[in-house]
């Protein structure tokens, strides 16, 4: 039993970060029913930003509490990334808009290929090491022959992913911004009639998106201690498989499944085979869309002729 | 146009204006850049991180943007005052389709003189490399090309997992031979044949979904297979993967030195050349049958059939079409063809691995589909020639060390450069490079019609 409570905080924790990733395709997917396809790469690019801004802060500045160069780290890499993803949808995706509906998905597939390359590029193949912080551990149970424990990181990462989660929560249900954003989700062209600047809610849409991406990224980062060029296909591909197993188009339906997926992730693993733990992943979202296409909390599609 | 050349600008304000948005985008490549290209993570001497400066990589980078968006910018303004606008006419006539099967005609034949032409300019030695880098791993592509092309180009069903198949083919060649002993011509039809099973198998579960779900769907098909490719070991032996595949035989005879090779049965001197150039014959002979049956597939029932699913799905089912069987036809045709294109890799490495099946192989083949003009076999192969070849021969720019100095390695840019031509095209020719239909049932004269007046998966 001490087990289940241990793997059941480890995949919680792992799922707030795919959480986060995923309201960046469901967002996207919502408002021009696009899968865009770079956002795992834009994660990658993340993590690295991230660790070339703490490392210049700890290293070359000096910033002494490890505290205020985080926060310092986390609002410059939401910015950057942030800055990155306008202008992939600037260059990328705008000239295609209302174009024939596979010439986006090549164009991302064209963005992720780009991104991974000009990061392998750029900062070389190898596996960088990140510095070890907030690892120091809390036992919350000691059972006979198996402890239960928190570690520090783990609060810091589902304490961030819930106060983001808050403050995103309150951009898109109470400002002007988030009514631009859901009216034109629900009819671009009548949104445009009535005064939104469609182009410019579009753009903020990615930025969100990314800016999530890039928090996802910090924590990433800080939770496994590495970051790799290589890191934007399968944690992209698992939070794509989140955002449909919650339904595309709902932001509780991403976290949610991004939780779920943590969790049936880490679970697998632990009682399973870790070997094939990715597979289980893929397969619930082959089953998803073929069976569920509407996922747990999304709308059907009602298709009209 | 009197008013409109009041209307513009002086030549200087044009000028400065084009100077702005240079420098605009300057700054925004600056912004980029800066995060991810200025500093780099190394390691010291004592394996601590540290940080190494790049700043002149960063000013080259912003230049080149700099330079690139004015020339872009003066080049347009140049363009636009001599060209009118006209409207483009709604198909070219006979003359394009004409023109079109002509420039196939050359192809194919240069294709079939490209060893003999190599041959005669580099060499013997340099022959090899030119056939075998160039010659066999385009034609790999343009067949994966035309084979896919049949799903995603006639049927309009996007599969992101092609690669699974090519898997299929390669590794039941590499455990056929392994377990049975089969030679190469027993397992290549046998490698098709298993590769159109696993489509039906694996295009059963996806007949109702369309567009974007289908090519998340069939990515997460191929990314299981490549998995448990990984992971059974005791079959697959996994990252290890499977050696000693043996090479085509032509009629029995294999190529090598022995007394029973090609060489010493037809009384000629023994040659790694020999076995290059039948290597390349069978592959263009397997892309040209991948060419014939589809463009003879076109032309039957099921062929119309595909290319009325991919038009519109819902007219496609009131008209009594049996969209299933439609489908998995599509499917298993399609991939049969990756199949031989598998066991014919295989065969050709005499090695392999998951290393080879990866979700980038799949990319590859659907961008030279779609870059080439879905549907278009003429621009799939133009596509794998100017993707597959454009990357391979940055292997061949030795000289830019001498410009950019010994550190420099083209080939690390390849897969960047193959991202950045994919997004390039696609924003320059959203409907690929050949974006004509040329429709297989006709009134009088046939004609080519503009893709972009086709609308497509709007079923």
New interface residues.
């Given amino acids: 039993m001490e087990y289940f409570f241990q793997q059941l905080i480890n995949g919680l924790t792992l799922g707030s970060i795919y959480g986060l990733i995923a309201i960046g395709y469901t967002m996207v997917f919502g408002i021009i029913g696009m899968v865009n396809f770079a956002h795992g790469d834009v994660f990658m690019l993340s993590t690295f930003i991230a660790l070339i801004f703490l490392m210049v802060l700890t290293q070359l500045l000096w910033v002494t509490p490890l505290a205020l160069a985080l926060f310092i780290v986390l609002i410059g890499a939401m910015l950057l990334t942030s800055l990155w993803a306008w202008a992939i949808e600037r260059l990328a995706y705008r000239p295609l808009r209302g174009s024939f509906r596979l010439a986006p998905l090549i164009s991302a597939i064209g963005m992720s290929i780009f991104l991974s390359n000009l990061v392998q590029v750029t900062q070389g193949p190898r596996y960088k090491p990140a510095p070890q912080i907030a690892s120091d551990v809390v036992t919350l149970y000691q059972g006979v022959d198996y402890s239960v424990s928190v570690s520090h990181k783990q609060i810091l990462i589902v304490a961030v992913t819930i106060v983001l989660l808050a403050a995103f929560w309150y951009i898109v249900q109470n400002t002007a911004i988030g009514r631009a954003q859901r009216a034109c989700e629900q009819d671009r062209k009548m949104a445009a009639l009535l005064g939104v600047n469609v182009n410019a809610t579009i753009s903020l849409t990615f930025v969100m998106g990314a800016a999530l991406a890039a928090v996802a990224g910090l924590l990433f980062m800080i939770y496994y201690g590495v970051v790799h060029f290589n890191d934007g296909f399968t944690p992209g591909v698992k939070a794509f498989t989140a955002a449909v197993l919650g339904g595309i188009g709902s932001l509780p339906g991403a976290v949610l499944g991004g939780l779920l997926i943590g969790l049936i992730e880490t679970m697998w693993s632990a009682y399973f085979s870790i070997d094939y733990k990715d597979v289980a992943t893929f397969s619930i979202l082959a089953i998803t869309l073929i069976f569920l296409p509407s996922g747990l909390l999304g709308k059907p599609e009602v298709e009209k002729v | 146009m009197a008013v409109a050349a009041a209307e513009r600008p002086a030549t200087a304000g044009r000028l400065v204006a084009a100077l702005k948005d240079a420098a605009g985008a300057a700054l ?1 490549a600056l ?2 850049a800066v ?3 200025a ?4 390691q010291d001497i004592n394996n601590q ?3 190494r400066p790049r700043w002149d ?1 960063v000013a080259l980078a912003v230049a080149l943007v700099f330079c690139a968006r004015l020339a872009w910018l003066l080049l347009r303004w140049a363009r636009s005052g001599t060209a009118v606008a006209k409207p483009r006419p709604v198909s070219s006539g006979a003359g394009g389709y004409v023109a079109a099967r002509a420039f196939a005609i050359v192809g194919a034949v240069l294709l079939v003189l490209y060893p003999l032409l190599m041959l005669a300019l580099v060499g013997r030695a340099g022959a090899i490399k030119w056939i075998d880098n160039f010659g066999i791993q385009i034609l790999i592509y343009v067949m994966l090309g035309w084979g896919l092309n049949i799903v995603v180009g006639l049927a309009g069903l ?1 599969d992101l997992g092609y690669v699974a198949f090519y898997a299929v083919g390669a590794y039941s060649t590499a455990l056929l031979v392994h377990n049975l002993g089969f030679g190469f011509w027993l397992c290549l039809p046998l490698a098709g044949i298993f590769a159109a099973l696993w489509g039906i198998l694996l295009g059963f ?2 007949l ?2 369309r ?3 289908l ?3 069939t ?3 191929g ?2 297979i490549r ?2 490719l ?2 059974w070991v005791p079959v697959t032996n996994g990252y290890a993967g499977i050696s000693g595949i043996p090479k085509p035989t032509f009629f029995g005879l294999p190529f090598n030195a022995s007394d029973e090779g090609f060489a010493a049965v037809l009384g000629i001197e023994f040659s790694p050349l020999h076995r290059t150039m039948f290597l390349f014959y069978v592959i263009l002979a397997l892309a040209f049958l991948t060419n014939w049956v589809t463009l003879r597939l076109r032309r039957l029932p099921i062929g119309r059939a595909w290319e009325a699913l991919r038009e519109d799905e ?1 007219a496609c089912r009131s008209l009594g079409i049996n969209t299933t069987s439609t489908k998995l036809t599509a499917f298993a045709i399609g991939a049969g063809f990756g199949g031989f294109a598998g066991s014919f890799f295989a065969a050709r490495q005499g090695f392999i691995s998951p290393e080879s099946f990866t ?2 192989e799949s ?1 590859v083949v ?2 030279i589909v ?2 080439g003009g ?1 549907g278009s076999q003429l621009g799939v192969a133009i596509a794998a020639i100017a993707m597959i070849g454009g990357t391979e021969i940055l292997r061949e720019l030795d000289w830019l060390k001498q410009v950019f100095g010994p550190d420099f390695e083209p080939t ?2 390849r ?2 450069l ?6 390039i095209l ?2 320059w020719k ?2 690929g490079l050949i974006a004509t239909r040329h429709p297989s049932i006709f009134l009088r004269e046939r004609r080519a019609v503009r893709a ?1 007046l086709v609308k ?2 709007h079923g």
């Fill in positions: 925004l912004g980029l995060p991810i290209l500093l780099r993570i190394d991180p540290v940080l990589d996007l579960p996806v109702r979904l567009g974007d779900y090519a998340i769907v990515l997460a098909f990314e299981i998995l448990v990984i992971n819902i979700f980038m990319a659907v961008a779609v870059l879905m690390q840019y897969m960047l193959f991202g950045l031509a994919m997004v696609m924003i959203p409907r972009d497509e998966g």
